[in-house]
């Protein structure tokens, strides 16, 4: 394959880019100027570099001046460290602390468990989740009161959190630390005859 | 105004219809024979004689052979008194019904109070609802213990919520009945890095 | 069937109406007062004998005072009878009214031919369009020089097309006069990237 | 600023692409492993080495194992050169290309002309043009007899078509060669009653 057309399959391979786009990226690249293509180039190889990944939620962030070990997230000493939000990924992350709703900690899992999935371990930081989980029930500063499993509500976040409920159960009992999902029911805008079953059901049951 | 235009007239005040397919109704009918026009026609004319409205909860149902009263969720006997459900309209509680999770009583409340309505009791049926709760009160028939505000998550149906509270409050009070809202949170397909703040606030709050 | 549901029914008949939306109509009725029930049934019940049929072009138009003949663009003596324009149905008339780069006249042929369908003159006035034809290529006031088909540009368009070419075809060619479609090509907004092939052809033929 | 949000910054001007979904290619290109990103640095950064401008038309295309001036269209002794195309852009080539309806010769002019434009020639290669139209003009094998213009219909290429005839008609008069637009008309799927009135201009001007 020429390079034009494996440029355009790694575009392709960008998340939501189909090949029309992908082409349409390779043109544009054309028209840019010799310097701009030379530093987009720089960055892609050094991206992995320039990246730090917190050693507490695995959460991706750009490195500073001298290496840290903890984004601003875990860093912060003001954030509660009784709870604990575990999240598909850092876009996740990223709109919960634009919300302004949640002050606790959180772990980034790295994606999603698809159902049948029969090694969950190689998807998602099941591992590293567990080990981290122990080290927060260890360490008490202070008591780790809470797992809050903030998962998409679709097939494969109901199964990412039955996995995570399975794996997690026996620190959680022993810890007594209280397990919880994301509440569920109507969602902003929602109007009450356009409302499926499901979400019904749950608005019913969570009434208040 | 020639009768053609004012029929497209009255088409274009149906919900959802603009100018252009009322027309298209219009010439539709004009392809129609004469007896399915006068069939139509009737109907229409004979509509509300061939409906009744329900005495206790004002839901539309057909009128049956012989008049009756009650339309048959209020006429079950198996349903659950002890819980009456507001809704706006018809519609949100052919919803509900259709979902299977709800075996209590309703109020169709004839629609929602617009935000600054001055006259919310024109709008819809509180004077009704005043005398129909008071009335399931004194029953005991099972006793009352909650009533379930089932309103739209929009500000018209925040605005009915908070009128409907203020409205019902001295009954409620004195009576030791619940009140509540349906629960908020996610609803089925929400995805976490999509969500509104509002929403994830909800959620966080309730979770559980 | 109770009257309800049968007119629930009816309105799923209207052109792109959807069970649900058939109920909101019938919903919505409900809320009206009685004058306008009967007005709108009134309206139904003699929408026939408020139109006309035009005796020429047979397009639908509201019955004046007295009863006329013609449509006003056939009562019309500055339109030019040279030209005459074949259109599916009355909106699309319209439509071409509207947009004022016409001044012939037209036929209504009251829809489009589906391919594969055996008795077309069961589905379109092609047997009135052939009296009609004679009728003006005998009376020359002035003699007809060009029937335009105006179809649809699609797969039922096409086959309609055919269809009529053929019927017309023995009268066309013994009185000499031209059969034309609408030019094809871009149509506004196009844009050459996400231009179908068979538009691109059209277009390259066409070019001027 | 720091290179992750360099690196969003530009993905964020690729063509289509917003904040969030630059975002989201960052995130993604971090989950890639260290050869992917090095070869996707490495096809960026060379990019235009590996890219040929064709010396004629202008087209990009990949340069094979030895360097060549001309791009495949260009160097094809079957295409038709009398007939010269002059479209926006390298897709806009593409697409007729793939359509199978001209087998004439192209020139690329990189762009359309915006209206107001005050110097289109450092938008679009209107000096390149000229100079390819001349030595097509004097060369003969054979003679240029068409130059066909297919710029977008919308205002900006309206105005791209009327900036090019003004700069090309000396020597297109000259040498007695025709000057075309696409033809204009319906398009693929176009029903009348929802055709614009330009559209349906143009479809009865260019009836046949």
Chains 1, 2, 3, 4 share one sequence.
Do not use: W
Not at 29 to 42: C, F, V
Not at 138 to 145: C, G, T, V
């Amino acid at each position: 394959m020429d390079s034009i057309n494996n440029l355009i399959k790694h575009f392709n391979d960008f998340p939501g880019i189909g090949p029309r786009q992908a082409k349409r990226f390779v043109y544009y690249l054309l028209t840019r100027d010799n310097a701009g293509l030379r530093e987009l180039s720089s960055l892609i190889a050094k991206l992995k570099q320039s990246v730090d990944v917190c050693e507490e939620c695995f959460r991706f962030f750009p490195r500073g001046a001298k290496k840290t070990e903890l984004c601003s997230v875990c860093a912060d000493p003001g954030r509660n460290r009784s709870l604990l939000m575990i999240v598909p990924r850092d876009t996740d992350l990223e709109t919960i602390e634009k919300s302004d709703t949640y002050r606790g900690t959180y772990f980034v899992l790295g994606g999603s468990i698809p159902i049948l999935e029969k090694n969950p371990e190689e998807r998602v930081r099941l591992e590293p989740l567990l080990t981290y989980l122990k080290k927060r029930v260890a360490a008490k500063n202070p008591e780790l009161r809470e797992v809050i499993l903030a998962m998409n509500f679709n097939p494969e976040g109901e199964n990412t959190a039955e996995t995570l409920v399975e794996i997690l159960q026996p620190v959680i009992t022993a810890a007594n630390i209280k397990i919880s999902n994301l509440g569920r029911g109507l969602s902003t805008g929602t109007e009450i005859e356009y409302t499926d079953s499901e979400t019904l059901k749950n608005a019913l049951k969570n009434r208040q």
